[in-house]
């Protein structure tokens, strides 16, 4: 499985952004995905996730701001994120896995498939 993450840029606080993470696999529906994101000398950390049943799970920093959906006839997880702070730069990856159980949703170890990150940057 390969994925292309894209939709990364420069906005101003307050601006919005739309991910996408595009699958090589007509599957992908039946598999877990996830948003990550690595700011600067700083871990790697979930952002939010998305089963293959459609329910969803967010980092409390990005609830209500961040919106994770799939288009499973485009084999494609968007990511609409709104309402951006400068703590919202980093570099996001997606990642996607199977047999993802719920317990373990937000560890990077639960994929095993990453696309290459795209680069936000919110300007205060």
């Known amino acids: 499985v390969q994925l292309q993450a894209s939709g990364g840029g420069l906005v101003q606080t307050g601006g919005s952004l739309r991910l996408s993470c595009v699958a090589s696999v007509q599957s992908f529906s039946s598999y877990h995905v996830a948003w990550f994101r690595q700011a600067p000398g700083k871990e790697r950390e979930f952002v939010t996730a998305?089963?293959?049943?459609?329910?969803?799970y967010y980092e409390d920093s990005v609830k209500g701001r961040f919106t994770i959906s799939r288009d499973s006839a485009k084999n494609t997880v968007n990511l609409q994120m709104n309402s951006l702070m400068p703590e919202d730069t980093a570099v996001y990856y997606c990642?996607?896995?199977?047999?993802?159980?719920?317990?373990?949703?937000?560890?990077?170890?639960?994929?095993?498939?990453w696309g290459q990150g795209t680069e936000v940057t919110v300007s205060s």
């Open positions: 998305i089963r293959y049943n459609g329910y969803t």
């Open positions: 990642a996607a896995g199977r047999g993802v159980i719920l317990s373990a949703i937000r560890s990077r170890e639960s994929y095993n498939y």
